[in-house]
């Protein structure tokens, strides 16, 4: 029903900058909030930035000053613009659309993750 497709991650050094996208499509109406999620490995899934159709911005406090999320609604995508990127950045990034579909139930998809490797 709904595709959420993400740009490649990668390998950054300390203190470099990556941008993610992430592109929704489908049977969709329209999109509510999309967000990033993120999992590095042993540990949960964790919200890192989250943004309404409206505009309204939330961040992980280990993240906020060096993320940026933004949205072009038109294109239903959503960008995470990491700066000062850490070691402790390293993970697999998610980005989560809350949809409703064009047959007006409303579901929550995820992107397939991608990579991101901050060395030090």
């Known amino acids: 029903q709904v595709q959420l497709v993400e740009s490649r991650g990668g390998l950054v050094q300390l203190g470099g900058s990556l941008r993610l996208s992430c592109t929704a499509s489908?049977?969709?109406?329209?999109?509510?909030?999309m967000a990033w999620y993120r999992q590095a490995p042993g540990k949960q899934r964790e919200l890192v930035a989250h943004m309404t159709s409206g505009g309204i911005t939330k961040y992980a406090d280990s993240v906020k000053g060096r993320f940026t999320i933004s949205r072009d609604n038109a294109k239903n995508t959503v960008y995470l613009q990491m700066n000062s990127l850490k070691p402790e950045d390293t993970a697999v990034y998610y980005c989560?659309?809350?949809?409703?579909?064009?047959?007006?139930?409303?579901?929550?998809?995820w992107g397939q993750g991608t990579q991101v490797t901050v060395s030090s």
């Open positions: 989560n659309a809350d949809v409703r579909l064009i047959s007006d139930l409303r579901n929550h998809y």
């Open positions: 489908g049977s969709i109406f329209s999109i509510y909030a």
